[in-house]
């Protein structure tokens, strides 16, 4: 029995409806729920002696806006990195949720380029991520990459989302973007809905030490539908 022409046009219109919620729902922006941890120094930095330095807002960041649902997908998921063997923390507490820069909030990597690994265990649309290195004390953090994939070696649907190396030196390309002081803020990277799975952050000392330190990494996203 062929179906009625009564029973076509309810089907038609009822994935017409979802569709059009689905789509409603993802194209309504909210703010991201992101809570920052306490400010750990006040004032502004001096003698900072960095080229391509970024200014300071002057004022709390703005808002980030995604679609409604988005939330931390990083929370707790596998990470791995270059180093093995941490001088202080462990490599876990870099999605914890704890963004505080107090003793034992934080991983302190070797010198030299070092990188961490976030596995989301599947792909997500990813809409920002934020990234604190140490806020106790004033610092810049040299050779900053970030950028997400498909796959855990970084090769598939690989995206450079921020790159301040200004000299090629950790071999991903002379990147553009500024370099910056470390703030209770974090950094937040606008990722404009990029999917993948892995995302891998990438640094070279600072100004106070060789040595690297992750407190906390979020990545904000949706999963596909």
Known sequence: MKPSFRYIKY???TLVWIITFLFSQESKLVPIKLELPKPMFIGTPQNLNVKNLQKP???????FLAPVGTKNIAL??????????????????????????????????????????????????????????YHKQ???????????????????????????????SAGFGVGNDMHYVETSEGKLLDAKGVTGRFVKLYSRGNTNNDLNHYIEVAVYGLPLK
């Not at 807002?57 to 808002?63: F, I, Q, S, T």
């Not at 941490?86 to 070797?110: C, H, Q, R, W, Y």
């Not at 040299?142 to 190396?165: P, R």
């Open 138 to 168: 004033a610092r810049v953090y040299f050779d900053v990459v970030v950028q997400t994939a498909d796959n855990k070696d970084m090769t598939k649907n690989i995206h450079t989302l921020f790159n301040n190396d200004m000299d090629n």
């Open 76 to 133: 707790g998921k596998p990470i791995y990195s270059s180093d093995d063997f941490p001088v202080i923390g462990e490599i876990e507490m870099i999605t914890d949720g704890d963004k505080n820069a107090a003793e034992g909030s934080f991983v302190e990597l070797g010198p030299f380029l070092q990188d961490v690994t976030i596995d989301l265990e599947e792909n997500y649309k990813i809409f920002a991520i934020v990234f604190w290195h």
């Open 11 to 13: 089907v038609v219109t």
């Open 57 to 63: 807002l002057g004022k709390p960041r703005p808002a």
